[in-house]
């Protein structure tokens, strides 16, 4: 496997960061996120175009991997009901806030774009461009649309992704570390050991890959920070967040956190961990030098890109003493329906069509190799951990997204440093426990 690979890793790693553009970096958790019933005010796409001439539509895209594959299904949309959508889509060298923000403040008005979080919903409510989507035919069909503060959705989920403990499965059954014991702080302190005492049989250069250092900040001040918000709580328990909204830390739970992050990076290479970065990390473990991952599923299309096919799976981030058998999936963005745009109906008629149609359920899984977010796809993902995803989401076995919660910047830039602190020894868990309550406390109320 190394050697069919470590060509590939130079060149296609290049070419396919360069396609992404920058580090993924998770979404929030929509506040009230859950399903709400279709209240009968419901749309289906027009069979043909309304009298008046030809309707277009205006999309605007955040996810520059998926441009083909939407233009695509607005083509076969365009060729089924006369009505052409326009895809734009920025990211990596123009990044799609600023874009956006460009286009709204040039009164360009489109008709659906994304946001990402609380604080682009804000903006999107305080300009006035929300739409009611509540009695849409879709919304009852998933679990994930964003709500506003009084109970209507306004976001309608792009996709699903998630995250817990990537495992090469081949690596641990070699290893004999089984799973299914890897659901709380012994089970897994177990497993690192099993791992770990066959390193030279096993051909690793450590337990996990893990990356920690400057500029992956997104994986350990955001992805990280939230097992410490959300593992083991009731999807809707907001109360670990919103105690850091308030200044505070619950102190046991802290601690049991800080120390998986140290159990993590004592097993990490060294090197990858503290200067390697996002293409060394997935490289470490795609050639098999590794056992574990600390990423999403949506590094899906990189390991297929360099071919690697071995089968992987998650655990959870189980850093408690109880057992807490599931990871963290959410929806990483939404699309609104801009209230100030033209043609608010048919883009809402475009939005059914790609929740309800089987048209839409194949762009959005086998085209934009996405987990969809309406349980009525029945079509599987072809990514391993975008799978294992499935898994998880198909058992209920999810926690929720906090990290997009707390203060902007404060994950990336006030907590992520904190975290490499750790990594290279600079700090040990009490520190690591001291310096995070006190970056907390900064925030509460004064």
């Not at 993924?24 to 399903?35: D, H, I, N, V, Y």
């Not at 009611?132 to 959705?153: A, E």
């Not at 290479?269 to 990390?281: C, K, V, Y």
Request: aromatic share 10%; charged share 15%.
């Amino acid at each position: 496997m190394r050697k069919k690979l470590i060509i590939s890793i130079v060149l296609v790693f290049a070419m396919v960061l360069a396609a992404c553009g920058q580090a993924p970096a998770g979404g929030g958790a929509a506040p009230g996120a859950g399903t709400a019933p279709a209240t009968g005010n419901e749309t289906a796409p027009p069979a043909q175009p309304p009298a008046g001439g030809p309707v277009e539509i205006t999309l605007v895209n955040n996810k520059v991997e998926i441009d083909g594959a939407l233009r695509n299904f607005a083509a076969l949309y365009e060729n089924m009901f006369g009505v052409r959508v326009n895809i734009q889509s920025f990211g990596g060298e123009t990044p799609y806030a600023p874009a956006l923000a460009a286009m709204l403040s040039g009164g360009d008005e489109p008709e659906i774009f994304v946001f990402e979080g609380y604080a682009d919903y804000t903006a999107a409510r305080d300009s006035g461009r929300l739409t009611d989507l509540t009695g849409q035919p879709w919304v009852s069909d998933t679990d994930m649309s964003f709500f506003d503060g009084q109970g209507r959705v306004v976001g309608f989920p792009v996709a699903v992704e998630g995250w817990g403990l990537g495992y090469n499965a081949d690596i641990l059954r070699q290893a004999g570390v089984d799973t299914s014991t890897m659901t709380g702080i012994e089970g897994m302190r177990a497993a690192f050991e099993l791992v770990n005492s066959q390193l030279d049989e096993l051909g690793l250069d450590a337990v996990v890959s893990m990356a920690a250092g400057p500029g992956m900040t997104w994986v350990t001040g955001l992805h990280a920070v939230n097992a410490y918000l959300a593992l083991g709580l009731d999807y809707e328990d907001t109360t670990i967040i919103d105690m850091m909204l308030d200044g505070q830390v619950d102190e046991t739970r802290l601690r049991h956190f800080a120390e998986y992050m140290d159990l993590i990076f004592s097993h990490s290479i060294r090197s990858t961990m503290l200067t390697g970065g996002f293409d060394q990390q997935l490289a470490d473990f795609g050639l098999g030098r590794t056992a574990f991952i600390h990423q999403g599923n949506w590094v899906d299309p990189v390991f297929a890109e360099l071919g690697v096919d071995f089968e992987m799976g998650y655990v959870p981030h189980a850093f408690l003493p109880e057992n807490t058998p599931g990871i963290f999936v959410g929806a990483p963005s939404w699309y609104l329906v801009n209230a100030r745009s033209a043609n608010i109906d048919a883009a809402l008629d475009f939005l059914n069509f790609m929740a309800t149609s089987p048209e839409g359920h194949e762009y959005m899984v086998v085209h934009a190799g996405a987990v969809p977010a309406f349980h009525s796809v029945a079509i599987a993902p072809d990514g391993p951990l975008s799978r294992a995803v499935n898994v998880w989401s198909g058992r209920g076995q999810v926690y929720a997204w906090h990290q997009n919660t707390m203060p902007a910047g404060f994950g990336m830039n006030v907590l992520g440093p904190i975290f490499e602190l750790l990594a290279s020894g600079e700090i040990d868990v009490d520190g690591f426990v001291q310096l995070f309550t006190e970056a907390v406390a900064s925030i509460g109320p004064n």
